[in-house]
């Protein structure tokens, strides 16, 4: 069964940093392009990027890029997300998602399987 | 504000049939990018309902249709039920950006 499992809720303060995880299991990790989406307290689904884990390739959306870190690491089938300096409006719940099929991230390509999510609190 | 637009409510009583558009341009949908769709039930993760315009996972009910057309796709609920009560999302490609339309809150009446 495949499983993505996500690290827990954080309350941070702005300023600080952080890097909340996500754990694949029961397919092959490394073979599937991992993406993370933001959901915002009452709003939609925002695309952030996405990482290929098996030579850590990554893409992000222009929205997001330079404001957060995608990385992984496939010996432990973790794909992460980071910030150095989070800000208040970072205040959201963050999905992990893989994308199917294999080894691919195009158009046409879609997220099969859901992390359960982390919350990112970011108050003073 | 995004590419995609979608109703941002629709509702419908047991038993019925509902639709929820995904309205794009040439740049995404009308450019034959596929659309995709997530049901995301109250308190949980997005799940796939719909992948390649009009394909069902493993498991997603036959209730759940998608269609494409143009520069726009929907997404049909046959015999609504009280469990589908929840935000649909649909899913595209823009730009070579993976775009999420607004989303649409279904109230089963």
């Known amino acids: 069964e495949v499983q993505l499992v996500q690290s827990g809720a954080e309350v941070k303060k702005p300023g600080e940093s952080l890097k909340i995880s996500c754990k694949g299991s029961g397919y092959s990790f490394a073979s599937y392009w991992i993406g993370w989406v933001r959901q915002m307290p009452g709003k939609g689904l925002e695309w952030m990027g996405i990482i290929y884990p098996g030579d850590s390739d990554t893409r992000y959306s222009p929205s997001f890029q330079g404001q957060v870190t995608i990385s992984a690491d496939k010996s432990i089938s973790t794909a992460y997300l980071q910030w150095s300096s989070l800000k208040a409006s970072d205040t959201a719940m963050y999905y992990c998602?893989?994308?199917?099929?294999?080894?691919?991230?195009?158009?046409?390509?879609?997220?099969?399987?859901w992390g359960q999510g982390t919350l990112v609190t970011v108050s003073s | 504000q995004s590419v995609l637009t979608q109703p941002p409510s629709v509702s419908g009583a047991p038993g019925q049939r509902v639709t929820i558009s995904c309205t794009g341009s040439?740049?995404?949908?009308?450019?034959?990018?596929?659309v995709h769709w997530y049901q995301q039930l109250p308190g949980t993760a997005p799940k796939l309902l719909i992948y390649?315009?009009?394909n069902r996972p493993s498991g997603v009910p036959d209730r759940f249709s998608g269609s494409k057309s143009g520069t726009s796709a929907s997404l049909a609920i046959t015999g609504l039920q009280a469990e589908d009560e929840a935000d649909y999302y649909c899913q595209s490609y823009d730009s070579s950006l993976r775009v999420f339309g607004g989303g649409t809150k279904l109230t089963v009446l």
């Open positions: 998602a893989r994308v199917s099929p294999l080894g691919y991230y195009g158009s046409g390509s879609y997220n099969d399987h």
């Open positions: 040439s740049s995404n949908i009308g450019a034959g990018y596929d």
């Open positions: 390649g315009n009009n």
